[in-house]
């Protein structure tokens, strides 16, 4: 089955900095493309950012570019997403979710999010 | 940035009947070279992650049930529930992945009425 599981959220002060994780199972992790992808309390879905599966290529929103960093583990089955610079408009449900296998674009299976709230 | 418009955004239907929901993108997402569409579907249901229904504006992913068809080309895309079932109250949303910043629609609200 399977399983992304996210963790690190919580909350943080402005400027601040969190470092996402999430930790994969049920399918093998170098594989397969990643993303993040953010829901602000109450609001739509945006797109974070994507890397592939070899972490040659990697996106980011225009929101988030030069202050969040994507990465990923093999050995650790993990995807990760290093945030600085907080601002109080990145307060949201953080998914990761598998790139699909047809096209790492698309994503076919999301964790449970996990929340990030920036605040003073 | 390719901006995506769902409409409407929300709509109440009986069980059993029809839901129709509209996705415009702001240009074509068609890559002729490959005739695909690069539209996906999502289904969202209350304190849950998305659920991803179609890709490739039609193509009905594994396991959802064949109640959801997508439809359309170009910049004018269609999702359509056949039969509401009330396991189907949720937000829906379409997203385009023709180019990056891959953007959403705003969501639409399907209610049973």
């Known amino acids: 089955e399977v399983q992304l599981v996210e963790s690190g959220g919580g909350l943080v002060q402005p400027g601040g900095s969190l470092r996402l994780s999430c930790a994969v199972s049920?399918?093998?992790?170098?594989?397969?493309?990643m993303n993040w992808v953010r829901q602000a309390p109450g609001k739509g879905l945006e797109w974070v950012s994507y890397i592939s599966r070899s972490s040659g290529t990697m996106y980011y929103a225009d929101s988030v570019k030069g202050r969040f960093t994507i990465s990923r583990d093999t050995a650790e089955n993990s995807l990760y997403l290093q945030m600085n610079s907080l601002r109080a408009e990145d307060t949201a449900v953080y998914y990761c979710?598998?790139?699909?296998?047809?096209?790492?674009?698309?994503?076919?299976?999301w964790g449970q999010g996990t929340l990030v709230t920036v605040s003073s | 940035d390719i901006v995506m418009t769902q409409s409407p955004d929300s709509l109440a239907v009986s069980l059993g009947e029809r839901a129709t929901i509209s996705c415009k993108s702001s240009q074509s997402l068609l890559y002729t070279s490959n005739n695909k569409n690069y539209l996906a579907w999502y289904q969202q249901k209350p304190g849950q992650p998305p659920k991803l229904l179609i890709y490739w504006a039609s193509t009905r992913e594994s396991g959802v049930p064949d109640r959801f068809s997508g439809s359309g080309s170009w910049a004018d895309f269609t999702l359509t529930i056949s039969s509401l079932q009330a396991e189907d109250a949720a937000v829906y949303y379409c997203?385009?992945?023709?180019?990056?910043?891959?953007?959403f629609g705003q969501g639409t609200k399907v209610e049973i009425k």
């Open positions: 049920g399918f093998t992790f170098s594989r397969y493309d």
């Open positions: 997203q385009q992945y023709y180019i990056t910043p891959w953007t």
């Open positions: 979710g598998r790139g699909h296998p047809d096209y790492g674009h698309i994503v076919d299976y």
